[in-house]
């Protein structure tokens, strides 16, 4: 299990290359532990800690000025897996839950919010992977979130 770096204050100019989880609802950032998921050989970000009641966000890019996932015309959003079905939802959005896959599959649009409601009491330990679309695009489209 990653140990996740505390939320810090910190200079734009100087930022760690990463990807940030921003408790916008509580005024916090905290930096994502970077691994290479064994499951899916890909690169997976990784936040141990409690997280507050409200909204949150994927932040990364020069001086975190990008958002995961990307919203564009159709196709971006967010998949929950494990205890994501249970402790975030997204609000305006198109959401779908696969009784077979047991997934949640949030379609989003330009206003869409991803909200914690989970226990502000708890730690979590929360994965993100980060994909594109299919054809090669780098935009960051979808966002799968795995709740341990």
């Known amino acids: 299990m990653a140990n996740s770096k505390q939320a810090v204050n910190f200079d734009l100019l100087t930022l760690p290359k990463g990807v940030y989880l921003n408790e916008v609802s509580f005024g916090k950032v ?18 141990t800690g409690k997280i507050h009641f409200g909204e949150i966000q994927f932040l990364g890019g020069d001086r975190l000025a990008d958002r995961y996932p990307s919203v564009a015309e159709r196709d971006h959003g967010y998949t929950f897996e494990g205890k994501a079905n249970e402790v975030f939802e997204v ?7 696969n009784d077979e896959e047991g997934r949640t599959f949030n379609y989003i649009k330009p ?7 989970g226990a ?12 594109d679309n299919v054809t090669g695009v780098n935009n960051n489209r979808w966002v799968v979130i795995y709740v341990a």
């Open 91 to 97: 609000v305006d959005a198109l959401s779908a839950y």
């Open 111 to 117: 206003g869409s919010r991803l909200i914690f409601k």
């Open 120 to 131: 502000a009491n708890e730690e979590y330990e929360v994965h993100i992977r980060i994909y």
């Open 30 to 47: 905290h930096q994502m532990d970077e691994e290479i998921s064994p499951v899916f050989n890909c690169i997976e970000y990784i936040y």
